[in-house]
């Protein structure tokens, strides 16, 4: 089947649906209703919400660049493979409407049907295109989008609601409506090939994400967790089950960023003040290293760069990352050469005594050729203006937990590398899953994102 192709006139960033459950009808598939007859022991099974959702994660930060899980969609159920990415709203898939730039044989993509169309006169519709509207000739023409990240890839397509398979950690199988972006234009013009999944798994704390979704329909509660390991893997959860009652630590969150931002934060290194404060920090999954932007990126760059005066290290090229050394044999792991390194630590000044530290193994890695790399990277040159981006090397072996309820990021350290035991007797019944990353959406000024996109159109495809 063909899909109109038009290019939305949404501004960058600017991703949000009206989600509201009166306009979801048959919301859930019919076996939907029939629970599993095991019955989970935790208290959140009988309040107003389900339970929670846990995945195992595959990936790593290097070589792959990702982490991922695996989602079932439709009817009969299909697997994809999705990168969490909590720096973006809009989950979207590849999908054969036909596809332009999809890295997936054609058996493996998405196949829209005529049925699950969001149209425009659909709230949704509207919300995403906010603050303009959207260009449909009719009320019933579909729903068009485009994505734009900083890396400068980009996706347009066509949203559509459809059945999304899910276990719960109280043993039900639930089958919600959920609506998400069919991908028939994937650009990737960056320097790397394309990450290797079907598509990306939005977490972030807008209206259209699939975590907004399930909370909007009492499901769960609005909260993510996800737990990297910095061996590979790990897990990722939706829901407040397994957020630990004690050791972890909070911090409030903005409340009118569209991202996971924290309150302004310090800069030290080795313990010591470094003079750079009122630090943006952005918590993003979706993004493989740590982007600090030009003033920042050069200070901690000089920082380290004196810290290894009189060390047996060598700048050295490599491919894998800008900044890199080589000792007198190669490295085998971070834990080699970490010692020549200094911690660094980002100090929340709006919060008493609360402290994120990154250790050497938190921006370093170590390459297939043995040399240790820097992963902290320049976020300005990235366009990311004054944004701070925290991505996966520092926030391996670390429970990560955003709340979005109580509008607050926490942290403590964790063994990622097995699931958590909350209702062991279910975890046969989760999926095992797959792996992308195409990292923080760009955000502009709506004002002036929206004039000069307003009236951009291409050639549409009808489904």
């Known amino acids: 089947m063909d899909v109109k192709k038009m290019k939305a006139t ?102 829209p049907k005529k049925h699950v169309l969001v149209h425009c006169e659909h709230p949704s519709c509207g919300a995403v295109h906010f603050p303009g509207s959207p260009q449909c000739e009719t009320p019933d023409d579909q729903c068009d989008f485009e994505v734009e990240y900083v890396d400068h890839g980009s996706v347009t397509g066509v949203l559509v609601t459809d059945l999304f398979s899910l276990r719960l950690t109280n043993g039900s199988l639930i089958r919600p409506r959920l609506t998400f972006g069919c991908a028939y234009d994937v650009k990737n013009p960056g320097p790397y090939p394309p990450p290797s999944t079907a598509g990306v798994l939005a977490l972030g704390n807008g209206k259209a994400s699939i975590l907004s979704q399930l909370q909007s329909f009492n499901l769960i509660r609005n909260v993510i967790g996800h737990c990297l390991s910095g061996k590979g893997g790990g897990y990722l959860f939706l829901g407040d089950d397994f957020v630990p009652s004690s050791g972890i630590v909070w911090m409030p969150m903005s409340d009118v960023a569209k991202h996971y931002l924290s309150s302004p934060a310090e800069l030290l290194f080795g313990g010591k003040p470094t003079g750079i404060k009122d630090l943006k920090i952005v918590f993003d999954s979706g993004s493989s290293y740590t982007y600090f932007c ?3 990126y050069e200070a901690v760059l000089d920082l380290v760069r004196r810290g290894l005066t009189g060390k ?4 050295v090229h490599d491919q894998a990352l800008p900044i890199c050394w080589k000792g007198s044999k190669p490295f085998k792991t971070v834990h080699d050469v970490k010692h020549y390194f200094s911690t660094l630590t980002l100090s929340f000044t709006n919060t008493r005594n609360i402290q994120l530290q ?100 291409v050639h549409r495809r009808e489904l």
């Open 294 to 296: 030009l003033r920042v």
């Open 312 to 315: 047996p290290l060598n700048t």
């Open 10 to 111: 949404v501004p960058r960033m600017m991703m949000f649906f009206l989600l509201l459950p009166a306009t979801f009808p048959g919301y859930f598939s019919a076996d939907s209703q029939q629970p599993n007859k095991k019955k989970s022991t935790h208290p959140n099974a009988a309040n107003g919400f389900g339970s929670s959702i846990l995945f195992p994660l595959t990936g790593n930060v290097y070589p792959l660049g990702y982490y991922s899980l695996s989602l079932s969609i439709g009817h009969p159920p299909k697997v994809f493979e999705f990168d969490i990415d909590t720096g973006s709203d809009l989950t979207w898939v590849q999908c054969d409407a036909p596809c332009n730039g999809c890295t997936k044989p054609v058996n493996d993509l998405y196949k």
């Open 358 to 457: 990154l250790p050497p193994e938190a921006y370093l890695i170590v390459t297939e050729h043995g040399n240790a790399c820097l992963g902290i990277l320049n976020g300005t040159e990235a366009g990311l203006d004054d944004f701070n981006i925290i991505g996966d090397i520092s926030l391996q072996d670390k429970m990560v937990v955003y709340d979005n309820e109580k509008q607050q990021i926490g942290w403590v350290s964790a063994n990622c590398d097995r699931l958590p035991n909350l209702d062991s007797d279910y975890n046969e019944d989760i999926q095992q899953p797959y792996a992308a990353n195409f990292g923080i959406l760009e955000e502009k000024h709506p004002a002036t994102q929206a004039s000069s996109k307003r009236n951009m159109r």
